[in-house]
């Protein structure tokens, strides 16, 4: 029984979809809380319930903004990893191995 191991242009471009996904989540969920709170910053005319209820809302969606930055920084340690270990594939040489 053989394992067939995809080439390593077929690896880099799956790597760089998955990569693409993950920065793309994290761009839609700092953008979605960043939204949601700002629709809950304003104060006027709510009562106090309601103004600690938002706050800690506020506090949730800010939280989820970090929880989405660290992951852009992990993925930004990850691709500098590669690249000095040598695992990422320069465009240059992406072409020289189609051509």
């Given amino acids: 029984m053989s394992t067939i191991t995809p080439n390593p242009i077929q690896q880099s471009q799956q790597r760089i979809i998955t990569i693409n996904q993950r920065i793309n989540e994290a761009a839609n969920t700092i953008v979605s809380d960043y939204t949601s709170i700002v629709a809950l910053a304003p104060v006027a005319g709510k009562d106090r319930t309601t103004t600690a209820t938002e706050t800690y809302e506020i506090e949730f969606h800010a939280t989820s903004i970090v929880r ?5 920084l992990m993925v930004s340690r990850s691709l500098k ?14 072409n020289d191995e189609r051509a």
């Fill in 81 to 94: 990893e590669s690249w000095i270990l040598g695992q990422v594939a320069s465009s240059f040489q992406m």
């Fill in 68 to 72: 989405a930055i660290e992951d852009l």
